[in-house]
């Protein structure tokens, strides 16, 4: 069952642990309920595959996920002949004497010996509903988007020495893009389409509540206002949310109630993944953050 509503998408959302903001709650129930491609795209660690991950566990449906590559081809990614296996087809029928081309051929490309990969799995009938995720589009070469226009289109695959593949029930399809290209504009005509920002803070409180609520509420609101204030530095990688959730918790673990100079600067490599960026940060730097993190996190004085 999709859900009826926005709010009742952004409810199951919230079940699996996903705090989405209107527009996406809108984004991701018009493609459940429209049975139409959803292209995510945004800057890495803002969440974009984790909205699959929990549609279908939310949903009940089979995770059918495609992690794309430089070099990703039609074999890796869709279906594979069992050469191996039809080629001993070929001799047992030989040695039997059954050696008709027209049979032969038809025997060898029989669905037995058709290996499914993640597209094919995704729309095989005899499969129970999936979610396909097709994660990281643009690091695939740019041909290989021409193999996803059919299936995108009609939720089928046509094999040429088998027929045409049709899902009984359509997979809901999740493309996540970092943009480290363009995707092609007829990828994008067949999607939704959805940018995941980074969030504003009250809503990166609440998903550090959702996913580390062994966190204190102090620490929670002094990292989330760091790291909402480090986002507006010149990094070379901003962190994303899955570093703010490692951040809080391992501070956590050394049990750190709130941020302090030593704590942050030892931390860094947590939060920040390149040297140069933990070097710009690390010292002077870290303490203006801290101390404006500290403000901002400050209960209001009803005195004041």
């Known amino acids: 069952m999709l ?21 996406l709650a809108t984004t991701v129930h018009l493609s459940l309920v429209m049975q139409r491609p959803l292209l995510l795209e945004g800057e890495p660690g803002t969440g974009k595959t984790e909205i699959a991950k929990v549609l279908a566990s939310g949903l009940n449906r089979r995770l059918v996920r495609l992690q794309c590559y430089d070099g990703l081809d039609l074999a890796a ?14 001799r047992i029928a030989e040695a039997a004497g059954s050696a008709d081309r027209q049979t032969l051929a038809a025997d060898i490309y029989a669905r037995e010996y058709l290996q499914a990969r993640p ?13 396909l995720l097709i994660d990281e589009l643009d690091r695939a070469d740019e041909p290989f988007e021409a193999f996803l226009l059919e299936l995108l289109a009609d939720f089928q695959l046509t094999i040429p020495e088998y027929g045409t ?41 609440a998903i550090l509540a959702r996913k580390a609520p062994q966190v204190g509420a102090k620490l929670s ?3 989330v206002a760091f790291v909402q204030r480090l986002r507006g530095e010149d990094l070379f990688k901003l962190p994303g949310v899955a570093e703010t959730i490692d ?6 673990h050394l049990d750190q109630h709130e941020l302090s100079p030593e704590a942050v600067n030892e931390t860094l490599g947590v939060l920040l ?10 010292g002077a730097e870290a303490a203006r953050l801290i101390g404006e993190a500290k ?7 009803p005195f004041a």
């Open 119 to 131: 597209l094919l799995s995704a729309v095989d009938p005899d499969q129970p509903p999936a979610v």
């Open 77 to 90: 990614a869709a279906y594979e002949w069992d050469h191996a296996r039809q080629l001993m087809a070929i």
């Open 295 to 301: 403000a901002a996190a400050a209960p209001a004085n």
């Open 165 to 205: 593949v049709h899902a009984r029930i359509r997979p809901a399809v999740v493309i996540t893009s970092n943009r480290t290209r363009e995707v092609h504009d007829a990828i994008r005509r067949r999607c939704l389409y959805h940018w995941v920002d980074y969030p504003d803070a009250v809503r990166e409180r």
């Open 3 to 23: 859900p009826a509503t926005v709010a009742d998408t952004a409810i199951l959302l919230a079940e699996g642990g996903y705090v989405a903001d209107q527009a």
């Open 273 to 282: 993944k390149y040297q140069d960026d933990i070097a710009k940060v690390r």
């Open 221 to 223: 609101a002094e990292v």
């Open 247 to 252: 951040w809080a918790a391992a501070l956590t």
